[in-house]
DNA sequence: ATACCGACCTGTCAGC
DNA sequence: TGCTGACAGGTCGGTA
């Protein structure tokens, strides 16, 4: 479902909502598709943490936890000479934190409810809040998933509203790859899924299947300020709403209004009056005006 | 090392 | 009213 601006809006959403609120206990379904770790190590990370932060790198959602009552009354139990306590510092005051990993996949949503809300069909996980409110995890197709870290996950790839244009012109030299698969290659560039790689193209001007070694300087500086602003459009308004995407307050997003190409097949383009085209690269819908991008 | 392609899932919608 | 096939915002792993 949801791309970089979709994910940093829930993000946001999210933040708003459980930032300082305690996970009480957890629930997990049968499915296993979804779990990247262990349900078992998931529970315990959980249960017992306070959210300190709700932030997105990459098409990730990261919750920040921070505490952890049984490890505490594990350490009360287990008093340490001052020699010991000194060596040990630097690693309890870490043990203490950890990460819960979300990617909502196609369709996965994070739902902040009542607990007595019908609890919907494809839910995988739920987290019961000190506050006494549920956050659940739905997921239909299940190309979601849920996992734990200790802290500083890394999906790898460069942010692509903090990369530079040097840097950016270098991810993207010498590939023999049309420049779309690359834009979706999220070990390159982290966050640019179909809809903004197509939208980016365009304001670049550039077709989707150009290999990206053919690309000139200019044209990959055109693209890293089109991929950019796409982004930050999108964002300020909300994300691209398609089919059933809404926020953590159940808001639609707007920026499928400005789309350019994208889904537009057979339709003129907007600059040029040009049937805007479709054709299917690494299996994936690509749209363009074949008179806007060469 | 790189680059395609199907697989992974369920839901929806158009066409018959 | 069904049935079938195409398609959907994303990764993965196998194979060429």
């Not at 659940?136 to 979601?144: A, E, I, L, S």
């Not at 300020?236 to 789309?259: K, M, N, P, R, T």
């Amino acid at each position: 479902m949801p791309e970089l601006p979709e994910v940093e809006t829930i993000a946001r959403g999210l933040a708003k909502r459980v930032v300082g609120d305690r996970i009480e206990s957890v629930w997990i379904g049968s499915r296993p598709q979804p779990l990247r770790s262990p349900a078992e190590d998931i529970a315990s990370t959980l249960e017992g943490r306070r959210i300190v932060r709700v932030h997105r790198t990459g098409k990730y959602i990261v919750f920040d936890l921070e505490g952890n009552p049984a490890l505490r009354s594990w350490r009360m139990a287990h008093k340490r000479t001052p020699a010991k306590r000194e060596a040990g510092a630097d690693r309890s005051v870490r043990r203490t934190q950890a990460q819960w990993i979300v990617h909502l996949g196609m369709t996965g949503r994070l739902v902040v409810c009542e607990p007595a809300a019908e609890v919907a069909k494809h839910t995988h996980l739920i987290a019961r809040l000190a506050s006494g409110r549920d956050l659940r995890f739905v997921d239909p197709r299940m190309f979601g998933k849920i996992s734990v870290h200790e802290s500083g996950f890394d999906p790898g790839g460069a942010e692509p509203l903090e990369i530079g244009k040097e840097q950016f012109l270098a991810l993207f030299r010498g590939r023999k790859t049309p420049i779309k698969s690359a834009l979706l290659n999220q070990k390159l560039l982290r966050g640019v899924g179909n809809i903004y790689a197509d939208e980016s193209l365009f304001r670049a001007g550039i077709r989707p299947r150009r290999r990206a070694a053919t690309l000139t300087r200019d044209d990959l500086r055109r693209l890293h300020r089109a991929v950019q602003q796409v982004l930050r459009e999108a964002i300020a308004l909300g994300g691209s709403s398609i089919s059933d995407y809404v926020d953590a307050d159940g808001e639609e997003g707007f920026f499928q209004l400005q789309h350019r190409v994208y889904g537009r097949e057979g339709e003129p383009c907007l600059v040029c009056k040009t049937v805007v085209k479709r054709v299917v690269l690494s299996g994936r819908s690509s749209h363009y005006c074949p008179r806007c991008q060469k």
